[in-house]
């Protein structure tokens, strides 16, 4: 903790603190975006390798208990529904972080910001995608396999999913709780890579623990919003921050 405030300062904890209480709020309010919004607000006065670091225990924690929220036997039951895409993710996140050293960073921000705010708009304007049940277990393979590839290279895996969960009309509680799930899986492996990698260390572990708490308080603030959301409300206002994520995505792609 003092080797990161010798660094960044009192005021640079602070504002971390403050960056992943607006995300946690973010994610309690729509399952998701804790990442995107706590990276995007701190990786304007902190590395980003650093900024990633601080993320990795606040996203462990925030999404085990999201996934517990509503109990165990209902996170073991979505676990069982979802298995195959949660299986085909993880093989296809372990491969396709190899393409991380062939990708710029400005191609991988393009690529994603395109791909994420073209799904958002496209489902604000009303289209949404739609397959027959008869083809549920494909879609379910195809989707684990996309956010396995987003995931690999850069750590976000939620609009595939997001997607594939409006089609299938997912009630607001189990799309919360299966992201979760998904989002937890992620975070366990990106644990584990990070801590190799030396990301996280002896002087950015205890400020990612640090961390836990504004995360925390902020989605415990969030559930309060999301527990007043109805059904198509709730729809749109995930739309709606997927659509923002994208052009952020697309903002650091052009160097702005």
């Not at 093989?91 to 062939?102: G, I, K, R, S």
């Not at 895996?157 to 409006?166: E, K, N």
């Not at 749109?236 to 160097?255: D, E, K, P, Q």
């Amino acid at each position: 903790m003092d080797a990161f405030i010798a660094t960044f300062g009192l005021a640079g904890l602070v504002y971390a603190s403050l960056s992943m209480a607006a995300g946690g709020f973010a994610k309690g309010v729509v399952g998701f975006a804790l990442p995107l919004v706590g990276l995007s607000l701190m990786a304007s006065f902190l590395p980003g390798k650093t900024a990633l670091a601080l993320l990795l225990l606040p996203i462990l924690i925030s999404n085990l208990l999201q996934a517990l929220r509503n109990g165990g036997r209902e996170a073991w039951d979505c676990l069982r529904k979802f298995w195959r895409l949660n299986l085909v993710f993880v093989l296809v996140l372990v491969l396709a972080a190899q393409l991380v050293v062939v990708m710029s960073d400005a191609m991988l921000y393009a690529v994603l910001g395109v791909v994420i705010t073209t799904a958002g708009v496209t489902q604000l304007l009303g289209w949404r995608p739609r397959f027959a049940p008869r083809y549920n277990r494909l879609a379910e393979v195809i989707t684990g396999a996309l956010c396995g590839v987003l995931g690999g290279i850069a750590g976000i895996w939620g609009p595939p999913l997001i997607m594939y969960l409006l089609a299938i009309h997912a009630p607001k509680l189990e799309m919360i709780r299966a992201q979760s799930i998904t989002f937890f899986i992620g975070a366990v492996l990106l644990l584990v890579a990070h801590t190799h990698s030396g990301i996280l260390n002896a002087t950015t572990l205890p400020v990612s623990a640090l961390m836990v708490v504004p995360t925390l308080a902020g989605m415990f603030v969030g559930y309060g919003v999301q527990d007043r959301l109805d059904q198509e409300l709730f729809r749109r206002a995930t739309l709606i921050v997927l659509v923002v994520s994208g052009l952020n995505l697309l903002r650091r792609a052009a160097g702005f």
